[in-house]
C-alpha cells in the first residue's frame, strides 16, 4: 500500500477554508484516495473518496492533480464540530476486505 | 438506525487477566474489523472477518483472537492483556461487493485500561 504522508497538525478559524495536503508519491495505478474524519473518542468516519481530478459531496471537496502523487482535502467554512484527526489513505479500493492501512492524519483545530 | 454497537464503552482488567469486547451491527455487513488505537495514534488492523472467513495481519500478537458466531456479532479476545494492551478498540463493517467501494463503518470504540 502506498505510503501517506500529511501534516501533523493545522490551525483555522471559524467561516475559513481549509486545506489538506497529503503526499502519495508511490500510488499505484489502481489505488484511490480516500479521506476519513475522526472525532475524539470515536469511531473514524468516510468523508471523501476519488480517483482523478476533483470529487466534491455535502461535506468536502478532494482535489487530485494529474499526476496523482498528492491530493488536497478541503472543508469549506469550517465550525467548531470540524475539529477532528483527518485521515489520507490510499490503496485499492477492491482490496481484500478493503483493508484500511491509516498514516498519521492531520489533527485539524478550528477556534473561534 | 442501522449502526454498529461496542460493549462496552469503557472496560478495565487486570494485567493477564482475559477479557473480551463485543461487538454487533445492524447493517447486515459480510466483513467485519477490529482495529486498535493507541492514544495519539493512528487505528491500527489487527485482523478482520469475510463471511466467516478470518483474516489475521501478519504482526497481530498471539495474544488477540477473534471470533465471529454470527453475521450481527464480532469478539475480541485478549487472553493475557498486556500494559502495552491499553489502547481504544475500534470495530467495523463493511458490505463486500465487486462494485463501488465500501466504505468502513465504524462503532464508537471500547476503550481497555490495564491494571
Known amino acids: 500500500l502506498a505510503k501517506t504522508t500529511q501534516p501533523i497538525s493545522m490551525d483555522s478559524y471559524e467561516g475559513q477554508e481549509v486545506n489538506i495536503t497529503c503526499s502519495h508519491n508511490?500510488?499505484?495505478?489502481?489505488?484511490?484516495i480516500t479521506w476519513y474524519q475522526q472525532f475524539p473518542s470515536q469511531g473514524p468516519r468516510f468523508i471523501i473518496q476519488?480517483?482523478?481530478t476533483k470529487v466534491t459531496n455535502e461535506v468536502a471537496s478532494l482535489f487530485i492533480p494529474a499526476d496523482r502523487k498528492s491530493s488536497t482535502l478541503s472543508l469549506p467554512r469550517v465550525s467548531l464540530s470540524d475539529t477532528a484527526v483527518y485521515y489520507c489513505?490510499?490503496?485499492?479500493?477492491?482490496?481484500?476486505?478493503?483493508?484500511?492501512?491509516f498514516g498519521g492524519g492531520t489533527r485539524v483545530l478550528v477556534k473561534p | 438506525d442501522a449502526m454498529v454497537i461496542q460493549n462496552p464503552r469503557y472496560q478495565v482488567t487486570q494485567f493477564g487477566k482475559p477479557v473480551t469486547l463485543s461487538c454487533s451491527q445492524t447493517?447486515?455487513?459480510?466483513?467485519m474489523y477490529w482495529y486498535q488505537q493507541k492514544s495519539s495514534q493512528a487505528p491500527k488492523l489487527l485482523f478482520h472477518?469475510?463471511?466467516?472467513?478470518?483474516?489475521n495481519e501478519a504482526d497481530t500478537p498471539d495474544n488477540f483472537q477473534s471470533r465471529r458466531p454470527n453475521t450481527s456479532f464480532c469478539f475480541l479476545d485478549i487472553r493475557s492483556p498486556g500494559l502495552g494492551d491499553a489502547a481504544m478498540y475500534l470495530c467495523?463493517?463493511?458490505?463486500?461487493?465487486?462494485?463501488?467501494?465500501?466504505?468502513?463503518?465504524f462503532g464508537p470504540g471500547t476503550r481497555l485500561t490495564v491494571l
Open positions: 467495523a463493517t463493511s458490505r463486500k461487493t465487486s462494485g463501488d467501494y465500501n466504505e468502513q463503518f
Open positions: 508511490n500510488i499505484a495505478t489502481n489505488d484511490y
Open positions: 476519488g480517483y482523478k
Open positions: 489513505l490510499v490503496g485499492p479500493h477492491k482490496a481484500a476486505g478493503n483493508k484500511l492501512t
Open positions: 447493517l447486515n455487513h459480510n466483513v
Open positions: 472477518y469475510y463471511d466467516k472467513d478470518f483474516n
